[in-house]
């Protein structure tokens, strides 16, 4: 069992950048994959972003080329730079991870996300 804490959410203007972070409680280097995914009021949640176990990422259209998903194996941690931040990029950041091909297992609490404009 895995569990996942995610840090790093706040409030910030638009064209300005925050760095999420989530933390495992064990190691992560057994994951198949771990994503970053975000859900805003009203909306479905969406996947943002995900590296797999060979460091193969993948990205939203919606922000590729502003955020970079990143994961440090001696930390047990995954991260998200997220740059030029859109008011649109406001939502929920979620972090996940999976064991293998399919559903994501385990799941964060949750980090509030939003950009002014």
């Known amino acids: 069992q895995v569990q996942l804490v995610e840090s790093g959410g706040g409030l910030v203007q638009a064209g300005g950048s925050l760095r999420l972070s989530c933390a495992a409680s064990?190691?992560?280097?057994?994951?198949?994959?771990m994503a970053w995914y975000r859900q805003a009021p009203g909306k479905q949640r969406e996947l943002v972003a995900s590296?797999?176990?060979?460091?193969?990422?993948n990205y939203a259209d919606s922000v590729k080329g502003r955020f970079t998903i990143s994961r440090d194996y001696s930390k047990n941690a995954l991260y998200l730079q997220m740059n030029s931040l859109k008011p649109d990029d406001t939502a929920v950041y979620y972090c996940?991870?999976?064991?293998?091909?399919?559903?994501?297992?385990?799941w964060g609490q949750g980090t509030q996300v939003t950009v002014s404009s």
């Open positions: 996940a991870g999976r064991r293998r091909v399919g559903v994501y297992d385990y």
């Open positions: 590296i797999l176990g060979l460091g193969f990422t």
């Open positions: 064990g190691s992560i280097s057994g994951l198949n994959a």
